[in-house]
């Protein structure tokens, strides 16, 4: 996991990356699970994140962007 707070236009962000790899090939889902279903609804509709998976064939990949409150630093 890698992450790291970043000034953008509109303020401060939190940016995490979780990825996975050296695994068995990743297939697209057939339908959302509930882990998929909490990090897009919930981080997208309770903090605004922006919420990216992505199911690469060497694994799976998700991108949180999250505004942090309060003024720049």
């Given at each position: 996991?890698?992450?790291?707070?970043?000034?953008?236009?509109?303020?401060r962000l939190?940016?995490w990356?979780?990825?996975?790899?050296?695994?068995?090939?990743?297939?697209?889902?057939?339908?959302?699970?509930?882990?998929?279903?909490?990090?897009?609804?919930?981080?997208?509709?309770?903090?605004?994140?922006?919420?990216?998976?992505?199911?690469?064939?060497?694994?799976?990949?998700?991108?949180?962007?999250?505004?942090?409150?309060?003024?720049?630093?």
């Amino acid at each position: 996991m890698r992450w790291s707070v970043e000034d953008g236009p509109d303020g401060r962000l939190l940016h995490w990356t979780w990825n996975e790899h050296d695994g068995p090939p990743v297939a697209l889902p057939t339908r959302e699970g509930f882990g998929s279903q909490l990090l897009k609804r919930v981080l997208t509709l309770q903090v605004g994140a922006k919420v990216d998976i992505a199911f690469d064939p060497d694994g799976l990949r998700v991108a949180v962007a999250i505004p942090l409150p309060g003024p720049r630093v």
